[in-house]
């Protein structure tokens, strides 16, 4: 299940370690404001390379999106942050997930080997 989008919005477009610690200057928006159908297509093409990379389980994918919407994924993360302030606790909440169903269901969904 792919949950929604976040969108980063760092000043400048730089979201380097400072904007990411250190600053309240930094925006997440969940939703992200892209259109449905943008978003849609966004997380068919995660959900696409995850199978593709031979990921399991749970994980969070970071993309880019050119000026002209073109998307380019960063990476896959399969051990991404779960604190107050994690991307992946935050979308949940959107999704309309608490922290602990959030928990639950990645526990659901892990196997040994």
């Known amino acids: 299940q792919a949950l929604p989008l976040v969108r980063i919005v760092a000043p400048d477009g730089n979201y380097?370690?400072?904007?990411?610690?250190f600053t309240d200057d930094t925006r997440y928006d969940c939703p992200s404001g892209l259109p449905a159908a943008q978003e849609s297509e966004l997380q068919a093409m995660v959900m696409k390379?995850?199978?593709?990379?031979?990921?399991?389980?749970?994980?969070?994918a970071d993309l880019i999106l050119t000026d002209d919407g073109r998307p380019y994924l960063l990476e896959m993360n399969t051990s991404p942050g779960m604190t107050g302030h994690s991307l992946v606790p935050m979308s949940a909440r959107v999704a309309g997930m608490d922290f602990t169903t959030l928990c639950l269901t990645i526990l659901e969904g892990a196997r040994l080997g």
Do not use: E
């Open 16 to 21: 380097d370690y400072q904007h990411k610690y």
């Open 49 to 60: 390379s995850a199978r593709v990379l031979g990921c399991r389980g749970w994980g969070r």
